[in-house]
């Protein structure tokens, strides 16, 4: 079965101390949680802090973005091989918000995912439709082509290694969480185009929820069948909800 796998996306939030003070308080509560994955992605700024923080523990480390390119003139971006020096395990692309106020493509996102899988990074790949989209029914086309576009250069023999992360934009940092059911409709249907492009290697493909996941809702989200983890923005910033959210009840409200 697929190993959950719950991450942390601290977005342009905490300098180096909070994020080491993060660290700090969380460790001790998810020592434990051995059954799932946990991943940290702090700004690139805290990385090298968190990396020493984390260091031996069961807490893997993602950036938040990078640059396609191995070096070279392109003022203010990072390398892939400057990830892997940190010991960076996953790193997210194509986020809704790097989508909508960078203008980021299918296109440069799947350069992005070969770039890490040539340096052994695995990429979390973010894709989700916006509220008038969803409203105009267009949420599993809108959806599918991100898929076919951001996936477009995985080397057939890694896709396993692939996350994706279904966050949709009008859930994200608004308190509003598509219900359990909604969501893995939408999961259900991004398994059955990874299972089209990469065969059974699909069921071993973890596919995370995102947007507005908290404490309160994370028992019922990860009780749904596709739902394999969570990408977690606000709540994510505060190591007792995290840790909580590491630690969820997968039974959810079956229970
Ligand atoms: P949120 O953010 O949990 O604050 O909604 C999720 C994300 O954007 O990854």
Redesign the pocket.
């Known amino acids: 079965m697929r190993r959950p796998i719950l991450a942390a996306?601290w977005k342009m939030h905490k300098t180096t101390e909070e994020a080491a003070a993060f660290v700090d308080a969380f460790l001790p509560q998810v020592k434990d949680a051995n059954a799932v994955d946990i991943v940290l992605a702090p700004t690139f700024t805290a990385i090298d802090r968190v990396a020493k923080a984390i260091a031996g523990s069961n807490v893997a480390l993602a950036a938040q973005n990078v640059n396609p390119e191995e070096k070279g003139a392109f003022t203010g971006e990072i390398a892939p091989g400057m990830l892997v020096e940190f010991g960076c395990a996953y790193t997210i692309v194509g986020?809704s918000?790097r989508r909508a106020l960078y203008g980021e493509t299918d296109d440069f996102i799947a350069k992005k995912a070969a770039a890490l899988f040539a340096r052994d990074i695995r990429p979390i790949v973010c894709v989700g439709e916006t509220l008038e989209e969803r409203e105009a029914d267009r949420t599993l086309e809108v959806v599918g082509g991100q898929i076919a576009g951001s996936l477009a250069e995985v080397p057939e023999a890694r896709a396993e290694e692939v996350v994706v992360a279904y966050?949709p934009v009008w859930?994200?940092?608004t308190g509003k969480t598509a219900t359990p059911e909604m969501a893995q409709e939408v999961h259900a249907a991004i398994r059955g185009q990874l299972r089209e492009r990469f065969g059974d290697a699909a069921d071993a493909i973890r596919i995370q929820y995102?947007?507005?996941?908290k404490p309160e809702n994370v028992d019922s989200l990860m009780a749904q069948p596709d739902i394999d983890g969570a990408?977690?923005?606000?709540?994510a910033l505060d190591p007792d909800a995290f840790a909580r959210i590491v630690c969820f009840e997968p039974a959810g409200d079956n229970a």
């Open positions: 996306n986020h918000e966050e859930a994200i940092g995102g947007g507005s996941v990408l977690v923005g606000g709540a």
